[in-house]
Structures are given as C-alpha cells and as structure tokens.
T-cell receptor, first 112, second 113 residues
C-alpha cells in the first residue's frame, strides 16, 4: 500500500544553517506530494505541494522537488530561522483526493 | 470566523463517559476528515466525509462514532474509550477533489483516565 517515510528527528540546527529533511514515498498511482508544518499547540498547515513529477513546490524559503525516479520529495531551506522551529510532515495524496498518507513527522529546533 | 475550528481544545474523560468533539469549517469545502495524532506515530486517518456521506472508515473501533449533519460541521462521538485512545484529534477539510490539500483545525487534546 501507499506510505511515506521521512527522516527521524529531532533535528537541531543553528540559525542560518542549511536544512534538509528527507522524504521518500511508495504509491501505486501518481500521487500529489505535500509538506505540512505544525507549530506548537496548533494544527497542521500546508507549507508547499507538488502535483506531478519534476514540479517544485516553494514557500517561505522552503523548497521541495517531486522526483519520480527516486520517489522522493526532500524539503530544503538555505538559511533557517528560529521561527522555523516546528514539526514537519511529508504527505501524499492519491489522485482520488480522499486518502492522505502522512509520515511520522520530523521535529526541527533552530537555536540562535 | 475563518478556517477550521475545533471544540473543545482540551478534554479529560473517564472510560465510562460519553463526550463529543466538534469541528466546523468556514471554507466552503465539501469534504471533512478526522485524524488521530499520537506521539511517534504517523497521522492516522479515521473517517472521511464527502458531501455529508461517509466514504472512508479506516478500521476505527466502534467506540468512535462520527456524524456529519452538513458540509460545514463534523462531530466525533466518544464512548467507553480506553487510555490508549488519548491523543490529539485533528479535523481537516478539503475540496474532496483530485490533488486537493487539506486544511486543519488546531485539534482537541484528549486524555482518557
């Protein structure tokens, strides 16, 4: 069945460091891929998405490219800030739109 | 109000209690979802409603009973829960169409004693 695997956390970085959070997926069809972010005490917020191979999603300095050949959707940011501290979830949606599969989440802490 | 709201934000209940969680969306979406978020585990999709009809029920125990009276409201009725049901319960809404993203509420933190 479909699934998402993302790197284990927690991840701790200094401010302005480069961030990569790995995400790979297994899917039977042609899914859409998402990154969600969850700040403390809040629900998940959509960070970015890509709906087909080679698409690049980007938002707030974060980027991820849909790589069909490696079944990956790694999240990157060139220079993290303290305010980026949160839990990041990779997710996929099959093209029916009803089933979403989430990874376990990666906790990021950015220290000044 | 805008977005997806959930009440209560925190709930403590005994195993013999009956309680309900409420979710309301103000986004004009046709699909609504219940998820369970437990520590160290992936988000678990529990129920999906599309145009008020339940379209998915992912092997959820019968002690959880959803209700969707209209496209804007979703309830999760709880009875005779177990301590392992303690978790953050998240509601989400979406267009229910291909490639739709989901919009989440802040969640209800449930503790079962």
């Amino acid at each position: 069945g479909d699934s998402v695997t993302q790197m284990e956390g927690p991840v701790t970085l200094s401010e302005e460091a480069f961030l990569t959070i790995n995400c790979t997926y297994t899917a039977t069809g042609y899914p859409s891929l998402f990154w969600y972010v969850q700040y403390p005490g809040e629900g998940l917020q959509l960070l970015l998405k890509a709906t087909k191979a080679d698409d690049k999603g980007s938002n707030k300095g974060f980027e991820a490219t849909y790589r069909k050949e490696t079944t990956s959707f790694h999240l990157e940011k060139g220079s993290v800030q303290v305010s980026d501290s949160a839990v990041y979830f990779c997710a996929l949606s099959e093209n029916t739109g009803n089933q979403f599969y989430f990874g376990t989440g990666t906790s990021l802490t950015v220290i000044p | 109000e805008t977005g997806v709201t959930q009440t209560p934000r925190h709930l403590v209940m005994g195993m013999t209690n009956k309680k309900s969680l409420k979710c309301e969306q103000h986004l004009g979406h046709n699909a609504m979802y219940w998820y369970k978020q437990s520590a160290k585990k992936p988000l678990e999709l529990m129920f999906v409603y599309n145009f008020k009809e339940q379209t998915e029920n992912n092997s959820v125990p019968s002690r959880f009973s959803p209700e969707c009276p209209n496209s804007s409201h979703l309830f999760l009725h709880l009875h005779t829960l177990q301590p392992e049901d303690s978790a953050l319960y998240l509601c989400a809404s979406g267009t229910g169409t291909t490639y739709n993203e989901q919009f989440f509420g802040p969640g209800t933190r449930l503790t079962v004693l």
